[in-house]
């Protein structure tokens, strides 16, 4: 089970210790928890291929780099 949390900068400190002292919980900073897993990785890398395949069949339009650029 994941549980986020919003604690006051004040309490975050000692809270963090206790909690630490439980040998059930895993802490994950906000980095770790904003990095994609491996799966998440691959299941991109393959809808960006099928895509591909799709748009080679002739079933899917890609948008040019220039189209891509002006939206930005």
Do not use: W, Y
């Not at 040019?64 to 939206?71: H, K, N, V």
């Amino acid at each position: 089970m994941k549980i986020t949390l919003e604690i006051k900068d004040t309490k975050a400190s000692a809270f963090l210790n206790f909690i630490k002292s439980l040998d059930f919980i895993q802490i994950k900073t906000q980095e770790e928890l904003d990095e994609p897993t491996k799966e998440e990785i691959l299941e991109n890398i393959a809808a960006g291929l099928h895509e591909v395949k799709e748009h080679e069949a002739g079933n899917l339009k890609l948008k040019s780099a220039r189209e891509f650029l002006d939206e930005l």
